[in-house]
C-alpha cells in the first residue's frame, strides 16, 4: 500500500509564500516522476509543476518564476515553494507520484489534497 501526504496548504495574503510538503511511504522500489496539480472550484485539474527522476523541472506558465519543485530522493518527499502568490492561486493542491510498487506495478498516485487560499 502507498500514501502520499500532503502538508502545508493554509491561508496566506496576496504576494505571500507557502511550501507544501508531500511525503510518498509504503511499497515503493522506485519513484519515477512527482508533480504538484490543482484544482480551483469549477476549473479541471491542471498540472503546477513536475519533476522526473532525473531532476529537469517542468511548470504551469502561469506559475513560473514565482513557484519551484524540488524533491529529496531519500526522503521520497517532493516540495512546492510558492512565492509572490496571488488569489488566482487559490485551489486544492494535489501531489501525485509516478512510481513502480512492491508488487513491480507502475502506476500514478495521488495525495488527499490541500486548500491554498490566497486573499487579504
Known amino acids: 500500500q502507498v500514501q502520499l501526504v500532503e502538508s502545508g496548504g493554509g491561508l496566506v495574503q496576496p504576494g505571500g509564500s507557502l511550501r507544501l510538503s508531500c511525503a510518498a511511504s509504503?511499497?515503493?522500489?522506485?519513484?519515477?516522476?512527482m508533480g504538484w496539480y490543482r484544482q480551483a472550484p469549477g476549473k479541471q485539474r491542471e498540472l503546477v509543476a513536475a519533476?522526473?527522476?532525473?531532476?529537469?523541472?517542468n511548470y504551469a506558465d502561469s506559475v513560473k518564476g514565482r513557484f519551484t519543485i524540488s524533491r529529496d530522493n531519500a526522503k521520497n518527499t517532493v516540495y512546492l515553494q510558492m512565492n509572490s502568490l496571488k488569489p488566482e492561486d487559490t485551489a486544492v493542491y494535489y501531489c501525485n507520484a509516478d512510481l513502480l510498487d512492491g508488487d513491480y506495478v507502475e502506476y500514478d498516485y495521488w495525495g488527499q489534497g490541500t486548500q491554498v487560499t490566497v486573499s487579504s
Open positions: 509504503g511499497s515503493i522500489l522506485s519513484i519515477y516522476a
Open positions: 519533476i522526473p527522476s532525473g531532476g529537469n523541472t
